[in-house]
């Protein structure tokens, strides 16, 4: 920083900082990705906002703790360039303003700044602004970005502006915003806030506990688990080198990075990885174990390294054997009770529910789990309510060591008459996850909603886990319309076609698929 732009931003924070309110905050976020329209993909949005976005917070940010620093030194320049004054280095050259001074090949300016401040932290910043191609003059003419970086210019984002807890809730709004917008691709990255709110509220981390997503997306799993700790009077930082994400997609791992430091989460690991191929955390030969387990993992995942699982040098198909190539959701639950710590640890997983009534493969890892006292509850959702799916999905709960009162039982939960109905999506509204929070932690019968199920009975059904099996919802006189009717009756074709495929997939290992009509 010279002293030129030293003295320049010195001078204007002499001028009293207004505090942005949050709404203000989200109004400008939403019009900074206005702007993209007609150039980028709305799919594509978050690549490029969340990226300028995060650089002019960590900009002003400098410039502001460069000022107190000059304040306290009177005046010492080169004292207020040290790095013990600031969070993250900005190297010379690369402030939000020199990229600003640029009027062609704006890209390039950009890039170039995003990869020198990465290669400045490198254990902190490494990789966190993405891989967006952002010298395509054809998507991001110059005049484009040019009005970008003018319409983020307009505000000051350091923290006497925008505290960390307003910034991080304004940086949600933009990832609901963006997964809204793009729908069906937003189920790779997004999970409704209500839906993770139930899981982190069944868990309950304490604080000090270690917590583990191993499909985290941008993050919000994490994020709650700081906002469950705080709610309960406890102190955030006591899980800062606790908290751990890993996401395959290069772009999501880099969000879920900001999202965590924007929320002023100062020490934590995500990692981008293959989570089923090459889990990230381990020590020696063994899975790195957890206090609390959760994930929204991708459902059904094809093509998930089923051979390699054979062989599996974690011995995660040590926990009932090797699930089918089409359908990868019990290969994360059983990642997940693997990195669950043997007597603290507990699990929270939302799958689909076709997973609990597959046969083959699926059949025997439910078997063994079940046998081995695992599973704690099984909570159907409402159809509808996450992105890109109508199935119904459900939460399924795993503790290593259950309460002695609750050995050899497992509650069931049939949440699907609980949800809002929306135009093109449903949602799970507080009041609806509350009821669902109270009827686990009741662990009782409940007519019409929950069953506590003995083990026998369940080995009776053959381990089949289906819910409507155990419980079946109270009629409540509601009637739908023939439009929500058709997509249920659509909804329900889509499970009967999974079904039919991974029966079909068994009899073919058998070679049976020509003969037998299924």
């Not at 993209?36 to 709305?42: T, V």
């Amino acid at each position: 920083m010279t002293e030129d732009q030293a003295r320049e931003y010195v001078n204007s924070s002499l001028v009293t900082v207004q505090p942005l309110s949050l709404s203000e905050l989200e109004n400008y976020l939403a019009k900074a990705a206005d702007l993209l329209r007609g150039s980028i993909d709305q799919a594509d949005f978050k690549a490029y906002i969340f990226p300028l976005m995060f650089f002019k917070r960590i900009n002003d940010v400098y410039l502001e703790e460069f000022a107190h620093a000059l304040e306290e030194s009177a005046g010492d320049h080169a004292f207020a360039a040290f790095a013990e004054n600031h969070r993250f280095a900005i190297p010379e050259g690369t402030l939000w303003d020199d990229v600003r001074g640029h009027t062609e090949n704006i890209g390039t300016a950009l890039q170039t700044a995003f990869r020198e401040i990465e290669k400045a932290n490198p254990e902190t910043l490494y990789g966190i602004f993405g891989n967006a191609n952002w010298t395509n003059k054809d998507k991001l003419p110059d005049r484009k970005l040019a009005d970008l970086i003018e319409h983020f210019s307009t505000k000051t984002l350091s923290n006497a502006s925008v505290a960390p807890d307003v910034f991080g809730n304004a940086y949600e709004y933009l990832i609901k915003r963006f997964a809204d917008q793009s729908n069906k691709k937003a189920g790779e990255y997004y999970t409704p806030r209500s839906v993770v709110r139930l899981l982190i509220n069944i868990l309950d981390p304490k604080e000090g506990e270690s917590v583990y997503d191993p499909a985290c997306g941008t993050g919000g799993m994490l994020i709650e688990v700081i906002e469950h700790v705080k709610a309960a009077g406890g102190s955030p930082k006591t899980l800062w080198g606790k908290l751990y994400g890993q996401e395959k997609v290069l772009a999501t791992s880099a969000i879920a990075r900001m999202n965590l430091l924007l929320h002023g989460i100062e020490d934590f690991s995500i990692v981008r990885e293959d989570t089923l191929r090459d889990p990230a955390f381990y020590t020696g030969n063994h899975l790195a174990q957890f206090d609390c387990v959760v994930a929204n993992p991708p459902f059904s995942l094809k093509n998930w390294g089923e051979s390699e699982w054979a062989s599996d040098k974690w011995g995660r198909n040590g926990l009932g054997g090797v699930p089918p190539k089409g359908y990868a959701d019990w290969a994360w639950v059983q990642h997940m009770l693997t990195s669950a710590r043997p007597k603290t640890g507990r699990v929270a997983v939302v799958l689909p529910q076709g997973a609990l009534f597959r046969q083959g493969a699926e059949a025997r890892i439910r078997t063994h789990m079940l046998k081995s006292d695992v599973v704690d509850a099984v909570i159907g959702l409402a159809p509808n309510l996450f992105y890109g799916t109508g199935l119904a999905a459900c939460v399924l709960i795993l503790r290593q060591q259950k309460q002695a009162d609750e050995m050899g039982k497992v509650l069931f939960i049939n949440g699907e008459n609980l949800f809002k109905r929306g135009r093109n999506q449903n949602t799970l509204e507080s009041e609806h996850a509350e009821e669902l929070l109270d009827t686990y932690e009741s662990f009782t019968d409940i007519e019409g909603r929950a069953r506590v199920i003995d083990l026998e009975e369940i080995a009776g059904n053959g381990y089949n886990l289906n819910i409507p099996l155990y419980v079946a919802p109270a009629d409540t006189g509601k009637r739908i319309t023939q439009e929500q009717a058709l997509i249920d009756l659509n909804a329900a074709h889509t499970m009967a076609a999974e079904t039919r495929a991974a029966l079909e997939a068994e009899l073919a290992k058998w070679g049976l698929g020509q003969d037998v009509t299924v």
